[in-house]
């Protein structure tokens, strides 16, 4: 036997997988090389893992692994080889074993070569290894050729194993050959051919072995593919082919640029099939000469390059594009041109976020590429211009990409994981920005590294650096592109690097960002507020006086205002934009200057004039009594016609949108001077225009509502408040109740403020209230006239059901030329329903109706494998697929024909008349008369198959003749008694059962059936007797022969008796089956099928697939001709699939699989049912496979029955897997719809389902149009790292790819790179690559691998695993579909009209974005779960609706919208990724394609599922992200220029949809407050008592009607009112009555208002300090209970710490109110606030369950003691320590600004106030207003201090060692304490309403000490202060803990309070009769 012995080390030339030393392979019979250790024994092959690698070797030698497990058993030692040649490649891979895990792997492979080597040896069947290897080689080749041209699905399998397998053994082969030294004979073929016959592909095999595969045999795809494989005429193509055996132009381009191998295979893919989509599209008939189209490449052109065009005119630029006029190179041109552009945005990495940058590379590399293409010289070398980067296949990445990736890299890190000012680091924007300027070509091409764009320095750095400003020629701006190149551009190449800096905007932390972003909304609100105000104070009868000359100045005077607003927002803009001044045009700092002055001169001349001209008029009359009359002027109103006339040339192009558009976007310096004072030169949001429908709509939107706001502003706002304020100056108030610091301050200033701010907050508020109203007025009209809600019951189903093949043929049903659909539903009427007749349906109406009933079925199909109905249900809602339906005849499914036979039956009965009457009254019931008319049929048909003897078929026909007679006589009532009918259905059910159970040993049961039936007809029900019966008698008697007499020998024998006479069981027919169970349920359904299918969800979904029949959506086209689109859901950890331990898991007191089964029980039991029919078919198939022991059988079923139930708990969680089934249902409804447009009769009979089995040629053809159409990747980005530390959720995915094949998973792979120095030592580096695999013979076969520059994740993670994969994703189409979305197969089935929508005429620009309704379905359990749903359902309906018409401002917000893909590949992507400010990383996507003149709109026909979070904790992290995100948002550059560049009314949208909702929100709170605190100050002031008393104001009540409008904010009841417009619209408006009742009745109103606050606190928190992040939620159902330190942690600064402030607040203001206020007004003012205090304050209570639980309540109170007790320290998290918890609750006043440090502590001096205006109320105060009092009661505050201090040195040096001495000296200081107050209360008069008082004025001083002191930590941490601060705060915190557990701890003791809570909470599912104590109780009963 020959041995694998070591040679010497082989020197080859040639590049190869093995290193230049390597072991070689060669033959020796004496010695072997390894002993065997399992010499003398039988082997047993097990397989070695080959899954399990270090990450550095699975690209390299995973596939020998697999191949040798793959033929172990057939191929012993040809898998021994692999498995050795695998070792080899490890070990010159990593000699040293540097990398992690590789010595371990090499061992354990090492030591199974050894046991296997003696073993395998016995085992070759050839005499040498060389000879082994090329037999099995050859046996892989012969199959792969003989079965290589079949489509059957099992032999395509075998062929890719066998492929796979071939191209390892090639590879092996040829390294074995040449390590042997052994030349290939001449029929083998090399190792690189081989491999390009075997390459892994995604979609298209382009290798030779794939030219058999279906796709290929596509026309469009031949097409497609010969125009990239023509190189014709291209320069180099020598060179090329000495590198490449087969050319196409992406090879050249790979050759000539130094792209990657991967990345060009995948771009190569990527363009064919957009070629190939495009073209068939394009071509309206069959082209005879199979050549790519010229229009289609057109348009991709056109599509490509918009972008660039548009930015080379913006930059005065020729575009580099240039095209030959000879048709022929011009398609090649452009193929190269759009070639060359999507491989530089496939390597581009993170610099896809930057589309401008990859327009200046693009724009270079194409000049390069025409250079080459014309043999272009260049005038500097006199060479033919070459590429500048031209190398190997990494050039591109190491010269173009990595360069600019580190500088994002690095200015990243500047970001300080989100904690650094933005305006110290550049984000995404700002470098691609840079590219916006002609400065951008100083960096030349080649890059100069050593410009400013790369320097990444801090300004620290370059602080004090003389800043050297480079001055560009004017005329360089004119210079053609090449001249950059070609010439480069002089500069001081010595000269020191600057960091550039921000680029056009700096985000900047500040509440006036909202003023500039919006600074003509807020000027436009300010000046109607001064304008109302002063028409108030004049008093004005009517409006028409305003015109007076005296009222008519005093308005104008708005205009002095509006000049300082000006000149405050031109002040802001330099402010804000001065660290951008360096990158800013300098036309635009000219233009921020002059416009300063400007302002300041008109804030100058208007007061001038005003002051000059007042009361000055010049008067003119009008003659012939005009209505004008006189009118008069003033110098001052002449000066304002002049300050106004800009604002008149932004009216009229405002009236006349194309000119503004036009101006905008043009070049000429006419136009650019006209813009250049409104607008700075930016590329982005030019030509933003809509139409002029559109804006008239939008315009008379918002002057409806602001006319509605103004008017209610005025006269219950303002009007009402101007006596009053008058009254409040006329009075003089000297005598004050404290110590007054401003005395000399006249006409009560103090007074009029505290009543006016809160008054002018709600004005600018209230207009939130406003749009709300009209939202629900707009949005219900528009709903309500596209057919929103059309079909809401299952009543209204049934009575529509008769028009739904119409309306499905309508719209899902591609149309053909010159159709006509009139006559269908003609036939459709009921009176038509006459099966005998002829319906005269054209063919293709009646190919429309197959198609509806195939679809149907195939939906209630999909119905039962989701488990949502039963068998029975299924089978009484399919309609029956039978020969009739192409003849038009239908037979109804039975849940619509429920009980009307029986209530047919019971009207006949008890009928009296003439047939003719009881026919009319049958007919016009058309399902009525449908189910007489087929059972007639039915029972008919059975006999007819039945009975088979001669005699009986005569004696039965006879009988249906004589019935048949009497119907066209019309004397059926007179000859048959109808009455015995029920009898007779009776009797035909016994029958139709035994004929179903189809058991031999029943026929003598069947032939008493038959009898009695026969019997009843013929005795009991023939009236007048049978004529047949009769007949035959007479023959009898007649004697005519024996032969008669023998015939009717039936007196002997009876009928049906004889065993030849019936044909039981029945002939083995699926049709005459499904007819008889048919027949059987027609005769057994009753009244119960009204209720069928009785699922909730089944009910919903079946209702809106019809309603969305009958609503407007673009005609479908076919398969082959519609838009290809792909699904790219992102995914990071979240779950995958729940694993059988999660399932069983009783952490949280019950196992997920019990929680599941009690919320769906009836989805539970049709699960169970489905497995007991599928264990029965296995067992039927079992018996067959004689060789599998019962053990293993037992085995198998029992793990299959575990993966089913793990695939029905996770379809009902929010896991990958339900998102990857929903998708899926895509591809399944494209499948079948290609399916209808392709099959003939004969398959639509035999069935969708059959197809694979019995038609291999029909499935290839459906399978391959597919994959044309749709693809769907899931972007694991862990996937690798899961894979390699045997995560089981990786397994998970893996088998997520083989269930579903078609499933695509890019993940992003890091391994360490060893770099091999020729001094130094090998070292190595991390290496990060874009891999892209698919699921082959059971593997994860990877298919591309594109290198990246480094980390994807340097921004915001979800954008760039989005971005990493989108290279990936195919089609024109891209929707974003997050994790924890669902589909479903009937909504699928529109997605060939959500793609029309993209060519369909939607105005002045086509859609970019495609926004589509969701349906939340995490809804039906919790109360909270059922108030987020509902509120996230109106968003996701009425208000998108609104936003994208007519308000023209829908973005995209995280839902599952449809992306123009090549759009948004030209334009940055569909998001954004900068650090925390791109949080809300979607939404930007939207103001991004907006910005770009892209066009975002909404459809409702279509829905998708989404799942929402359903605790109180998860939705307040959710809410709480989102108002992190919209904070973000406010400081963006996005949102300035979206509010400055829309016009006024689509701002305002802008405004109140976005931003504006939150900011609403915050001001509705402050508002609370300013009106507490004024009222506070009031009252302790005396101004209040003052004024009402001695002044006697009794109508200051006015003021209390004007702030009774915060009532309805708190309690949510006007934001919430589009909620029930939806409801109404879709559920019926009595539903939704009811609903939002029940709503209140479980403390919604809590819910909202709670709700309120946190979108207040945190998007207040972040615009002022940052610290926005992503907060994750947690997608897992959660109805279980959160422990009280949860909540605290969760709610003490958002919500508790404000609500004990009001309550405080408002325990003072009625404490000191009480003796000159009536109790009638504190009620009526203060109501709404008591009830927000205590929502704040114990909402999370109320909504946790099991919150009353005495248990729980004393296990929380353990828990607490341990929080606040424990120390915390490094490592410690904050859920186990305070100490931990509230040095990460103030983290963000570490990093905040100065600023915010001021106005932090500002906002802290309001918690003094109580101190200084309470210890004047002091009775021990002795009514002394002197300042001394204040200052007595800081030293009172001292001691306390010292007090504390005291205790805490006595616990630190006592507490341990003298125990009893501490004790001691605490009683000290208590008895201390009580004796100074005793001795207090006798001396001073101090009475127990002191010590009162003295709590509400010291505690909130303290809190503020402590704020002060957070605020000022890093100048007192290391002192006594921060220690003591610490201390206090505990204090306080353990303090606060303890009055909120309290309550709670004294309701749990009420046993009725935990049942009403949990009755309140759960209510839903009370009502869906769920068993939620079980849940609650968990491990009670479970």
Request: proline content about 3%; overall charge neutral.
């Amino acid at each position: 036997m020959a041995e694998i012995v070591p040679a010497e080390p082989i020197q080859e030339s040639t590049s190869s997988a093995a290193s230049t030393s390597r072991r070689a392979y060669t033959t020796n019979n004496e010695t072997p090389f390894t002993r065997s250790i399992t010499y003398g024994r039988d082997h047993v092959p097990e397989p070695f893992d080959s899954e399990k690698l270090p990450v550095t070797l699975i690209s390299e030698i995973q596939r020998f692994l697999r191949v040798a497990n793959l033929i172990e058993s057939e191929e012993p030692r040809v898998a021994y080889l692999c498995r050795f040649h695998a070792f080899e490649v490890a070990h010159n891979l990593d000699r040293n074993s540097n990398c992690r895990g590789v010595r371990q792997f090499k061992t354990s492979l090492l030591q199974r070569l050894e046991q296997d080597e003696e073993v395998t040896l016995r085992k070759r069947k050839e005499r040498t290894d060389l000879r082994e290897l090329r037999r099995a080689s050859l046996e892989y080749k012969n199959f792969i050729i003989k079965h290589g041209g079949e489509s059957n699905l099992e032999n395509r399998e075998r062929l890719t194993k066998a492929c796979i397998i071939a191209s390892v053994l090639f590879e092996v082969l040829d390294t074995v050959s040449r390590a042997a030294g052994v030349q290939a004979p001449a029929g083998s073929v090399s190792s690189d051919v081989k491999s390009e016959l075997f390459l892994p592909y995604n979609i298209l095999p382009l290798d030779q072995g794939g030219i058999h595969h279906a796709i290929m045999l596509l026309p469009e795809i031949e097409v497609a593919v010969a125009a990239v494989r023509d190189v014709h005429g291209l320069p180099f193509l020598e060179d090329c082919l000495k590198q490449e055996a087969t050319l196409d132009l992406f090879k050249w381009l790979q050759f000539c640029f130094g792209f990657q191998k991967g990345n060009v295979a995948n771009q190569r893919e990527h363009l064919i099939l957009l070629l190939a989509n495009t073209h068939v599209r394009q071509t309206q008939k069959q082209v005879l000469v199979p050549k790519l189209g010229d229009v289609a490449v057109d348009e991709l052109m056109k599509r490509f390059f918009k972008n660039y065009t548009d930015w080379c005119k913006f930059l005065g630029r020729k575009s580099n594009i240039r095209v030959p006029y000879l048709k022929q190179e011009a398609q090649q041109y452009k193929l190269l041109y759009i070639g060359l552009y999507l491989l530089i945005w496939g390597e581009a990495a993170n610099l896809r976020f930057m589309p401008e940058c990859l327009c200046y590379i693009f724009h270079h590399m194409a000049y390069e590429l025409h250079s080459m293409l014309t043999g272009a010289v260049s005038m500097t070398t006199g060479e033919k211009v070459m590429p500048a980067y031209q190398g190997d296949s990494e050039s591109f990445l190491n010269n173009v990409v990595c360069p600019v990736y580190r500088v994002i890299s690095k200015e990243a890190e500047k970001n300080e994981n989100g904690t650094a000012d933005q305006s110290t680091w550049r984000n995404y924007d700002d470098l691609n920005e840079f590219f916006w300027s002609p400065d951008c070509f100083q960096i030349g091409w080649p890059m100069r590294l050593d410009h400013d764009f790369f320097w990444v320095g801090s300004l620290n750095e370059v602080k004090g650096r003389k800043e050297k400003a480079f001055v560009a020629n004017p005329e360089d701006n004119k210079k053609d592109a090449n001249e950059d190149e070609e010439m480069g551009i002089l500069v001081d190449e010595k000269r020191e690097n600057k960091w550039p800096g921000k680029t056009n905007f700096v985000e900047i932390r500040s509440f006036w960002q909202i003023f500039r972003c919006f600074d003509r909304m807020w000027c436009f609100f300010i000046l109607s507020l001064q304008a109302m105000i002063i028409m108030a104070s004049h008093d004005l009868e009517s409006p028409l006086q305003v015109f007076d000359a005296t009222v008519l100045e005093d308005v104008m005077s708005i205009f002095i205002t509006s000049a300082v607003l000006k000149l405050v927002n031109a002040i802001l803009d330099i402010i804000f934009t001065w660290k951008a001044r360096c990158t800013i045009d300098p036309n635009q700092s000219l233009k921020h200057a002059l416009r300063v002055v400007v302002a300041m001169m008109w804030t100058i001349i208007l007061p001038i004039y005003y002051a000059s001209s007042r009361r000055k008029y010049t008067c003119y009359s009008t003659q012939n009594g005009s209505w004008l009359g006189e009118w008069c002027y003033s110098s001052y109103m002449v000066a304002v016609a002049f300050y106004l006339m800009t604002n008149a040339v932004d009216m009229v192009l405002f009236f006349v949108p194309v000119v503004g558009k036009y101006i905008e976007t043009s070049n000429y310096r006419i136009c650019m001077f006209l813009t250049w004072w409104t607008q700075p030169k930016l590329y982005v949001g030019r030509g933003m225009q809509e139409s002029q429908v559109s804006l008239l709509k939008y315009t008379i939107f918002w002057l409806l509502l602001l006319i509605s706001k103004f008017i209610f502003s005025y006269t219950f706002e303002i009007k009402p408040l101007i006596s009053p304020t008058r009254q409040i100056i006329a009075v003089g108030v000297k005598d004050y109740d404290w110590h007054e610091l401003f005395p000399k301050v006249k006409s009560n200033a103090g007074a009029i403020a505290a009543i006016w701010a809160p008054i002018v907050l709600v004005y600018f508020m209230d207009a939130q209230i406003w749009y709300s109203v009209y939202c629900s007025v707009f949005g219900g009209v528009y709903g309500i006239l596209h057919h929103l809600g059309e079909i809401r019951t299952l009543g209204m189903l049934r009575s529509r059901f008769y028009s739904l093949p119409e309306a499905f043929s309508a719209r899902l049903v591609p149309p053909e030329a010159k159709d006509s659909r009139n006559s269908l539903m003609n036939w459709l009427v009921p009176l038509t329903f006459q099966f005998q007749k002829n319906f005269h349906l054209s063919e293709r109406e009646k190919s429309n109706i197959v198609k509806f009933v195939l679809v149907w079925n195939q939906i209630i199909s999909s119905f039962r494998e989701e488990d949502v109905i039963s068998d029975r249900e299924m089978d009484l809602m399919k309609i029956p697929v039978l020969s009739e339906l192409f003849s038009g005849r239908v037979y109804w499914p039975i849940f619509l024909l429920a009980d009307k036979l029986s209530n047919a039956i019971s009207i006949a009965r008890d009928f009296e008349g003439k047939d003719e009457v009881l026919l009319r009254t049958i007919k016009k019931d058309t399902y009525m008369y449908m189910v007489v008319t087929e059972c007639y049929e039915s029972l008919r048909y059975i006999f007819e198959i039945l009975v088979v003897g001669d005699l009986e078929r005569r004696v039965i026909s006879g009988i249906l003749a004589e019935i048949e007679e009497s119907i066209q006589r019309s004397t059926l009532l007179k000859d048959l008694k109808i009455t015995e009918l029920p009898v007779l259905c009776a009797k035909c059910i016994t029958l139709l059962e035994l004929l179903i159970e189809g058991n031999e040993s029943l026929h003598n049961k069947v032939v008493l059936a038959i009898q009695d039936i026969f019997e009843l007809v013929t005795s009991d029900m023939m009236l007048n007797g049978s004529r047949t019966l009769e007949s035959l008698e007479a023959h009898l008697h007649s004697g005519e022969g024996e032969e008669v007499a023998e015939l009717f020998s039936w007196i002997e024998t009876p009928l049906f008796a004889s065993k030849h006479s019936i044909h039981f069981p029945l002939p083995d027919s699926d049709s005459l089956l499904e007819k008889t169970k048919r027949f059987l349920l027609l005769l057994t359904v009753k009244d119960e099928a009204l209720d069928i299918p009785t699922n909730l969800e089944a009910r919903r979904r079946i209702s809106f697939f019809a309603t969305s029949l009958f609503m407007n959506m673009p005609s479908a086209p076919k398969v082959q001709n519609m838009l290809s689109f792909s699904v790219l859901t992102p995914h990071f950890m979240e779950e995958v699939k729940f694993s059988k331990k999660e399932l069983n898991s009783r952490k949280q007191g019950v196992s997920i699989l019990f929680y599941m089964k009690k919320i769906f029980p009836d989805e539970w039991e049709n699960f169970l049912e489905r497995m007991e029919r599928e264990r029965i078919d296995e067992s039927s198939d079992e018996r067959e496979r004689i060789d599998e022991s019962s053990d293993e059988r037992e085995r198998r079923r029992r793990e299959i029955e575990e993966e089913e139930e793990r695939n029905w708990a996770s379809f009902r969680g929010q896991t990958l897997s339900r998102t990857v089934r929903g998708m899926m249902y895509l591809r399944k409804a494209l499948k079948l719809q290609a399916f209808l447009d392709m099959a003939e009769e004969y398959d639509i009979l035999q069935g969708y389902d059959a197809i694979e089995r019995e038609n291999d040629k029909l499935s290839a053809e459906l399978e391959a149009l597919a994959d044309m159409k749709f693809t769907h990747v899931v972007s694991c980005q862990i996937y690798g790292l899961q894979k390699t530390t045997g995560d089981p959720q990786a397994q998970d995915i893996l088998n997520l790819m083989i269930r579903y094949p078609s499933l695509r998973v890019a993940y992003v792979e890091e391994k360490e790179e060893i770099t091999k120095g020729e001094i130094t030592p090998d070292r190595t580096r991390k290496v990060y690559s874009s891999i892209l695999v698919k699921a082959v013979i059971g593997f994860d076969q990877e298919v591309y691998r594109v290198k990246l520059p480094g980390p994807p994740n340097i921004g915001e993670g979800k954008p760039e695993n989005q971005n990493h994969s989108i290279i990936f994703t195919r089609g024109e189409a891209l929707q974003a579909i997050d994790m924890n979305q669902d589909n479903y197969l009937e909504e699928a089935l529109k997605m060939r009209n959500i793609l029309q929508e993209f060519l369909k005429d939607h105005g002045r620009r086509p859609p970019t974005i495609l926004g589509m309704r969701e349906h939340i379905f995490t809804g039906s359990v919790s109360s909270l779960a059922w108030f987020m749903s509902y509120q996230e359902t109106s968003f996701v309906t009425i208000g998108q609706r609104l936003l994208a018409n007519p308000l023209r401002v829908r973005f995209h917000y995280g839902h599952p919208d449809v992306f123009d893909r090549v759009f948004h590949l030209t334009r940055g992507g569909i998001s954004k990724a900068s650090k925390t400010i791109n949080l809300s990383e979607d939404v930007f996507a939207g103001f991004n394609t907006t910005l770009r003149r892209g066009h975002v709109t909404y459809l409702e026909y279509m829905q998708v599922g989404k799942g929402r979070d359903v605790g109180l904790n998860q939705i307040s992290k959710f809410e709480a992200k989102v108002a992190n995100g919209n904070s973000e948002q406010t400081i963006s550059r996005d949102m300035y220029r979206l509010g400055h560049r829309f016009d006024f009314f689509r701002m305002l949208s802008c405004y109140f949809t976005t931003v504006g909702f939150y900011f609403n929100s915050l001001i509705s709170v402050i508002t609370i407050y300013v009106f507490l605190y004024g009222q506070l100050y009031m009252v302790l002031s005396g101004l209040q008592r003052a004024l009402l008393v001695e002044a006697k104001l009794q109508n200051i009540k006015s003021l209390e009607t004007a702030l009774a409008s915060q009532s309805f904010i708190q309690l949510g009841l006007l934001t919430g009112l589009p909620m029930i417009i939806e409801l109404g619209l879709e559920r019926g408006y009595l539903n939704a009555l009811k609903d939002f009742v029940l709503m209140q009745l479980q403390l919604a109103a809590v819910f909202f208002t709670f709700s309120y606050g946190t979108k207040s606190h945190y998007y207040g928190r972040t615009i002022l300090h940052g610290g926005a992040k992503y907060r994750p939620t947690g997608r897992k159902v959660v109805v279980f209970h959160a422990s009280f330190t949860e909540n605290y942690r969760l709610y003490s600064r958002s919500h508790f710490i404000k609500g004990f402030e009001l309550l405080l607040l408002l325990i003072v203001y009625d404490l000191f109110r009480r003796s000159y206020e009536s109790n009638m007004a504190y009620v009526l003012t203060t109501y709404a606030i008591w009830f927000m205090s205590f929502t704040w304050l114990f909402a999370p209570f109320l909504f946790n369950p099991s919150g009353f639980d005495w248990g729980k309540i004393v296990d929380d109170w353990n828990d607490w003691n341990k929080w606040i007790n424990q120390q915390g320290g490094i490592g410690i998290q904050q859920d186990k320590s305070w100490q931990s918890w509230w040095n990460d609750e103030q983290a963000h006043l570490c990093h905040a600004g100065l600023f915010s440090r001021l106005i932090e502590i500002l906002l802290s001096l309001r918690f003094f106030l109580y101190q200084y205006g309470l210890v004047y109320h002091l009775d021990i105060s002795g009514g002394t207003k002197s300042f001394v009092v204040y200052v007595l009661s800081w030293v009172f505050i001292a001691f306390i201090f010292l007090l504390v201090k005291m205790l805490n040195i006595g616990r630190r040096f006592l507490s341990a060692n003298h125990h009893l001495t501490f004790r001691l000296f605490k009683a000290f200081l208590f008895l201390g304490v009580v004796a100074t107050i005793i001795a207090l209360s006798i001396v001073c008069h101090l009475s127990v309403r002191d010590l009162i008082v003295c709590c509400l004025a010291f505690l909130p001083t303290g809190w503020g000490l402590i704020l002060v002191g957070q605020v000022v930590r890093p100048k007192i941490e290391g002192t006594g202060l921060w220690h003591f601060t610490r201390v206090f705060a505990r204090a306080y915190d353990f303090g606060m803990g303890v009055v909120l557990f309290a309550p709670l701890a004294a309701l749990a003791w009420l046993p009725i309070i935990s049942a009403f809570q949990t009755r309140f909470l759960f209510n839903e599912a009370f009502s869906r009769r769920l068993q939620i104590q079980p849940i609650l109780a968990g491990k009670k009963n479970h």
